[in-house]
């Protein structure tokens, strides 16, 4: 079993910023270190959405348009988390983030479809 836990959701003015954490825990041993992560978000009513992913050793990013030069995401696999550091935010970025694994991958990925561990959720909520 493996386990996803997100921290680091809260409410925030336009123009602020938040990091989100996501600690992965349980019988990762088997893949460790080779995982890609990937952050997606989603709002009520529609899609859940690709906002960035990681490859296994950090070397490799992706973003989603509207996220890029704002959001950063980065890993530290010595403590199995990957952060979401996420700068100017605007009310558009609220929404629930969840984050994902893909284990024994290098590659990282903008479908959500090809990571097969969730967390619960994190609600960011960005105010105007």
């Known amino acids: 079993q493996v386990q996803l836990v997100e921290s680091g959701g809260e409410l925030v003015q336009a123009g602020g910023s938040l990091r989100l954490s996501c600690a992965a825990s349980?019988?990762?041993?088997?893949?460790?270190?080779?995982?890609?992560m990937g952050w997606f978000r989603q709002v009520p009513g529609k899609e859940r959405e690709f906002v960035a992913s990681?490859?296994?050793?950090?070397?490799?990013?992706y973003y989603k348009d509207s996220v890029k030069g704002r959001f950063t995401i980065s890993r530290d696999n010595a403590k199995n988390t990957v952060y979401l550091q996420m700068n100017s935010l605007t009310p558009e970025d609220t929404a629930v983030y969840y984050c994902?694994?893909?284990?024994?991958?290098?590659?990282?990925?903008?479908?959500?479809?090809?990571?097969?561990?969730w967390g619960q959720g994190a609600q960011v909520s960005v105010s105007s």
């Open positions: 349980g019988h990762i041993s088997s893949w460790y270190p080779i995982y890609a």
């Open positions: 994902a694994a893909r284990p024994q991958s290098r590659v990282a990925s903008t479908r959500s479809d090809v990571y097969d561990y």
């Open positions: 990681i490859n296994w050793n950090g070397g490799s990013t």
